[in-house]
């Protein structure tokens, strides 16, 4: 790792919708729709900032497998994270919950990170509730876009989808 710190910040939109309930009558092939089982979608938008910091005295994203021969895009290069989100850009801005899981250099063409991530909320009415998110993370793209695939507590069967964007990076040549 470099010797020195680096940081990325990322702003991090979600949009979550509570599950949708089809009734399926019959035969395996005829559904329909009854419209007393079906629920209004609960819509959520959140907007925190995610701090991944690779390097330093306290990085709160450690490399796991570390490959023998380098690449040109750090391919199968894995990081194991505990990241804090903070209401503004700023590191020492309210932190609101962790980002906590894994995610790995998956391309062998350009950078795209498989991301395997919770984001694990402590404040206000999320605290104790975590949404996951399971996807590319395309991190030169000006805007990601990734799937949220499930959650827990107020977020229980979540679904939906993030939008990433870097606010600020420093590169670290792994």
Do not use: C
Not at 45 to 58: E, S, W
Not at 75 to 100: C, H, I, N
Not at 103 to 123: H, K, P, T, W
Request: aromatic share 14%; charged share 15%; net charge positive.
């Amino acid at each position: 790792m470099a010797s020195f710190a680096a940081q990325t910040l990322f702003i991090l939109f979600f949009t979550l919708f509570s599950a949708f309930f089809i009734k399926i009558n019959g035969e395996f092939s005829r559904q329909s729709i009854n419209m007393s089982t079906k629920r209004m979608e609960k819509v959520t938008r959140l907007r925190f900032y995610f701090h991944d910091i690779v390097d330093g005295k306290h990085p709160t994203a450690m490399q796991i497998i570390r490959l023998p021969n380098k690449t040109a895009t750090s391919f199968g290069t894995t990081f194991m994270v505990d990241d804090p989100l903070t209401e503004k850009p700023k590191p020492t801005s309210k932190l609101v919950g962790r980002a906590q899981g894994i995610y790995a250099f998956a391309s062998q063409n350009d950078f795209g990170l498989l991301m395997v991530m919770n984001f694990a909320f402590s404040e206000g009415i999320y605290n104790g509730s975590a949404i996951s998110i399971l996807g590319r993370n395309a991190v030169l793209d000006a805007v990601r876009e990734m799937p949220i695939v499930g959650g827990s507590g107020i977020f229980r069967f979540a679904r939906g989808y993030a939008l990433a964007k870097t606010v600020w990076l420093t590169v670290v040549h792994l």
